[in-house]
């Protein structure tokens, strides 16, 4: 069974995503932010990240950039799923080792395809 992490501050969105994803049989693992994400990453890898970029403490960005250097190896896929709309938002998520972007609000049928899309 694959394993999704969660990292965003909005304890309902996590929550709604978190459904979402146990409604297809995934493993969650809930982070309120970009450090407690990459201590609990430490611990135990995930098969992908769902993570927001507006965040205290470490923000999606450097969590992106972190993880994407820390575990090159692994290939972790990572959805950015934030507010932050604007096409230049987008390109910077990307670079920083997006593989996929969702700006909020967002349809779950659309955070589920490519949830799918990316797992390996």
Same mark, same amino acid.
């Given at each position: 069974m694959s394993t999704v992490m969660i990292v965003d501050d909005s304890p309902?969105?996590?929550a709604m995503i978190a459904e979402a994803l146990v409604?297809?049989?995934?493993? #969650?693992?809930? %982070?309120? &932010?970009?450090? &407690? %994400?990459?201590?609990? #990453?430490?611990?135990r890898c995930p098969d992908l990240v769902i993570m927001d970029i507006v965040m205290p403490r470490m923000n999606g960005y450097e969590l992106c950039r972190w993880l994407k250097n820390e575990f090159a190896d692994q290939r972790i896929p990572v959805i950015m799923c934030t507010t932050k709309s604007e096409e230049f938002d987008r390109h910077w998520g990307m670079k920083q080792g997006g593989d996929a972007y969702i700006t909020k609000p967002f349809e779950p049928a659309e955070l589920m395809a490519k949830v799918r899309e990316l797992l390996p």
């Open positions: 309902t969105l996590r409604n297809e049989g995934l493993q #969650i693992v809930e %982070a309120c &932010d970009g450090l &407690d %994400a990459k201590e609990k #990453i430490q611990l």
